[in-house]
């Protein structure tokens, strides 16, 4: 059994087929996988900790917006109390004393009422305190209508100039009588934005870009902390409006607000809540950046412990690497002299670690070796002395056999050499015929024989027509017809008659249109000096290697175009073919797994030397191939 290495052969195809990674590289390598798997660990954790920190951020606007929103409900609630306390008292059912009990009545409503009015049931107001000097009617207030039909509290926005009556917001509770039948109903109009709500006021936690808006249902700003917002319409009214419908509260980022309003657009946190006890929401709005100030300032610290670590990792690294490379390239470089014969330079390492016990035993082998070898040289020069002595008498005899040797191991190979190159001749010879009878004369002699029986079986049957058979023996013509046109491709392969009538170039041109033909491949010819016959068997390898370079192009190259250079020297003659096909690396075909040359190859190299001719290939991936033949004139 042949031991796997043994061959030095297999050894050195194994050395071109699977290059060694020096202990460089290796380290290298680790250090890299080791930085990609910590970039990984940093970027996964990173992300994380960004992630938690914008959603717990983000979370915090929406109880900003639910705490504004809760207290406006708180706010709401007390109202309704408040007036609904009001409303009840016997005092509303006199109408002459309305007046006297709206002024007995506002101060303690106007901790959030800025004017009072009872209106009656046509929503016409019929007195109200502080007085107004013009009429004034509710009856296109959907609050108004809804209190006036019996429900105990309604609030909603205020559509009229604020400097009627101070404020764009009302509340209405109904008056009913000893019968509890409304009679009419008690309307204040609320200041949202009075130091005594507070929430739009003092804010908490907005920062210095952060705004607070009350919105109602078509998107009209009731309140705000910007007191130039109050009255205007906001942007985003169809999501405000359905997340209130919906009494959903939410939190995004907004890229392109502000739009329709005085302010510029910028990137802002939105986060809403609605209100439990009105069609109203909150929105508490606030920069982008301000807002994920901390998230970015966490991730600047990250990013910054994330280079200060790899850094640091690669600096160990990289030390410990040269502690063990250094040491390992002067033990090769030593090695190497040893190998070429250097025994006289000591090993300079020193150390007591492994390394350093590998270095100084060594070093001992270098000095018994080097010992060795001198002891060795006297006994050889020794035993020179003594064979000389011995062999002086036979020196003749053993120059003449000599000579009789090399005459006879040089007719011994010149005779392998000549055999070996014919039996190879014919043997490619054979395998080309062989393989064109198979791929197309065989081919086409099946398909015959394939339609002979299937009109022999319709005969059988009765069913071939006059019209199957004439078109059963057309196809028989045809195949005829294609079965003689490949013999004669084979007979033209076999020798073109062109090439000993007319020359190379004519033989060559009329090979290439026929050839070139088949695919659509584009070719042409290029001449530099004076076109001349060669000798017959220059021409024939000429011929045959052209013709197989064209072969392999149209085969494998999956070219569009080749081009034929022929230049004529005074003592020699230069073919070039190139192609624009996909090109190959000459190294992985010239070499099968079994250790041969590639047959194509092989052969047309063959065929130039067999004429004291050169033969090259250049070629590399997506860049065509160039093949390139020089012969003399003469024939060797």
């Known amino acids: 059994m042949t031991r796997l290495g043994s061959d030095p052969a297999q050894a050195e195809y194994a050395r071109a087929r699977y290059p060694i990674v020096g202990l460089g590289a290796k380290m290298a390598l680790s250090v890299v996988l080791g930085s990609v ?49 009001h409303a009840a008292q016997e005092w509303w059912r006199q109408p002459d004393q309305l007046d006297a009990a709206l002024e007995r009545s506002y101060p303690r409503l106007k901790f959030f009422a800025t004017r009072v009015f009872v209106i009656n049931r046509d929503a016409q107001v019929v007195a109200a305190y502080p007085p107004i000097t013009s009429p004034l009617s509710f009856d296109q207030f959907a609050s108004v209508s809804a209190a006036l039909s019996g429900q105990p509290f309604a609030a909603s926005r205020y559509i009229r100039p604020l400097d009627v009556t101070g404020s764009s917001t009302i509340a209405v509770v109904p008056i009913r009588d000893a019968d509890q039948q409304v009679r009419a109903a008690l309307l204040v109009t609320l200041n949202l934005a009075s130091p005594n709500v507070r929430a739009f006021t003092h804010p908490i936690g907005l920062g210095e870009t952060g705004y607070v808006d009350l919105v109602d249902l078509g998107g009209t700003i009731l309140a705000s902390t910007r007191a ?10 169809n999501f405000l409006a359905t997340q209130i419908r919906a009494q959903q509260q939410s939190v995004a980022q907004c890229h392109n607000c502000h739009r329709a309003t005085e302010l510029p657009p910028q990137r802002e946190i939105l986060a809403f809540a609605p209100l439990e006890r009105a069609m109203w929401g909150v929105t508490v709005r606030q920069s982008e950046a301000e807002v994920l100030a901390p998230t970015h300032a966490l991730q600047t610290r990250l990013i910054a412990l994330w280079l200060f670590t790899v850094a640091i990792g690669l600096g160990l690294v990289f030390l410990t690497t040269r502690a063990v490379i250094a040491p390992v390239q002067a033990l090769t470089a030593a090695t190497r002299r040893i190998a070429e014969g250097d025994l006289s330079t000591p090993l300079q390492l020193r150390g007591q670690d492994e390394i350093g016990v590998l270095a100084q035993s060594l070093d001992t082998m270098r000095a018994r070796l080097q010992d060795a070898i001198a002891e060795i040289r006297a006994w050889n020069s020794e035993l020179d002395t003594r064979v000389h002595e011995q062999t002086s008498e036979c020196q003749a005899a053993r120059v003449e056999i000599e000579q009789l040797y090399v005459e006879l191991r040089h007719k011994e190979h010149t005779r392998r050499e000549l055999l070996h190159r014919i039996i190879t001749a014919q043997e490619e010879e054979r395998k080309r015929i062989a393989r064109e009878l198979h791929d197309g004369t065989s081919q086409i ?32 013509r045809e195949l005829t017809q294609m079965a003689r046109t490949e013999v004669n491709y084979v007979i033209l392969n076999l020798r073109p008659l062109l090439l000993d009538q007319l020359g190379l170039i004519p033989a060559l041109r009329s090979y290439a249109e026929e050839r070139c033909a088949e695919t659509g491949l584009t070719w042409n010819i290029r001449i530099v000096g004076e076109p001349r016959r060669l000798a017959p068997p220059i021409e024939a390898a000429l011929f045959r290697t052209t013709q197989e370079a064209v072969n392999n192009t149209v085969r494998h190259a999956r070219a569009r175009h080749i081009e034929f250079r022929f230049e004529y020297w005074h003592d020699h003659v230069r073919v070039q073919i190139s192609d624009d096909g996909q090109g190959f690396e000459p190294a992985r075909v010239e070499f099968s797994r079994n250790g041969a040359r590639g047959l194509g190859l092989m052969s047309m190299e063959e065929r130039m030397k067999a004429i004291g001719g050169e033969f090259a290939i250049h070629s590399a991936p997506g860049a065509g191939a160039t093949i390139t033949m020089t012969a003399p004139i003469e024939a060797p």
Do not use: C, N, P, W
Request: aromatic share 4%; proline share 0%.
């Open 37 to 85: 798997l910590l970039i990984g660990a940093f970027g996964y954790l990173g992300t994380l900790a960004l992630e938690q920190s914008t959603q717990r951020t983000l979370h915090e606007r929406v109880l900003l917006a639910q705490t504004t929103a809760r207290h406006l409900d708180s706010l709401l609630a007390m109202i309704e109390e408040v007036l609904t306390d």
């Open 228 to 237: 130039a917002r109050i009255g205007s319409s906001g942007d985003h009214q």
């Open 445 to 476: 002699l099946i398909g015959m024989v394939y339609r002979l029986e299937r009109a022999a079986e319709m005969i059988a049957r009765g069913k071939l027509r006059a019209s199957e058979t004439r078109a059963l023996m057309e196809q028989l």
